[in-house]
């Protein structure tokens, strides 16, 4: 397999701001992933102009389409919306070489992965390739936008985030990258302790910079419950303050003594409402984002009923990380005959019963929290079919929309469009998985073979190239005749 870049066909790094907005792209005999199963098998043409889609028309023959630099023929492939990691660790990925798992227990990914992050600062270069190779495969697979987190702390400084805002400046003509400061270490020092430290004052000096929209945390890792809650209380500030998104890492755990925090972070919300639902007041809608929540998958409905009815206007969304929540939850309990006890927010499941939009992302490829897997969104809804037993065509509309119109949603792109059916109007941001005919095909198997396509211009395509020993050679057909 190898990734062919578009040679006939300028990639984005070659068109300037002012071609890209000239440039028309047609994307023929495409198939679009309609709810209506008669209209979903019919061939499509979609225009798109001005990085929006211009017009979409049903065929009633294949057109006859010579590829070039304006004009894509799908093959009767399916386009969906593209791809959104709605939370990804662009600093700490692909580190697996410098990180032994022995127990794979979370303080051990924390103390090795610590290890490797003391000598980020050291590095620059690597920091760099890392999360180059991290946006490229992303593209790759789809994706045009991340939110992509980069630690400020004491052990890294402002390492990480002068490297991201290179890289954020690099790509930015084919991926939204999307910087969220972050503080995965402990903002208080010490138990007992009642003002922050020195973690919480670089978080605070790395917002004073241009361009940074999104603040988040990690409460659990304080030493107390009531230093989690100010860590809450700190950062929530911080947000307040500097007009920015806000995105916890939080109740990751399968304790039902452990007090769910998200009711913390609701109350604190509530205590800041006007600013997170009244858009006058900034110049965009600002989102609450909450990672992991695992703790949650113990309520009971009533539980569920009531937290719903306790987020209802205020702009939060859950991220569920099936990658991460599956490999590293329930150790203590490995020798349970049914193996450890694991859980991840259960999204089609959720939505049907409670309401709730769940996003899927990522979150760490190759590193001590996630060794498996890889940067492709879709194979979490893969993943899905199996882990929640959804393969309904509902379900099946939801996990795709999980890792691309509500993962969009959960990083503000509040210009997404809707639905996966794209209307006149709507971002001409999409993916075409070749090979593939139906939305239940491109789940159920993902392609590898993608084009990716921004602001209406391809960004990427990759091929397959196969190689098979020719059986038949010198042969007649194998296959037996009927009697
Ligand atoms: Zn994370």
Redesign the pocket.
Known sequence: MSAVPPSALGTSDELSTEERNLTSLTIANVRLPHEDRALASRLWRLKCKLGKVEDISLLQSRDDVKPDESNIDAQGSILIPSFCHS?V?LDKCFILDRCTIVSGEFHEALEVTGRAKAAFPLDLNDLYDRGARLIRESVQFGVTSMRA?VEVDSIVGFACLDVAQALQRKFELICDVQIAVFAQEPLFGAPGDTTPGLNFTLLQQALQRDGLTVVGSAPYVEPTIEQAKSNIALVMDLAVQYGAHLDF?LDYNLDADAEPLIYEVISQARRNHEYWTQTPLRPRPRRITV?HATRLQLFTPAQWHHLAEAIKDLPITLVG?PQSDMYMQGRQDWDQPLGAPRSTLRVPHILNEYGIEIAMSV??VGNAFTPQGSLDPLSLCTFGVAVFQSATPADIQTLVRSVTLTSKITIGQDSAHLGLFPTRGDPADFVILHGTETLQSAVLHPAWDRTTIRAGVMVSRRQTQVWFFDVDEGNPPACPTQA
């Open positions: 939370h660790h987190h890492h990672g990380l979150n760490n």
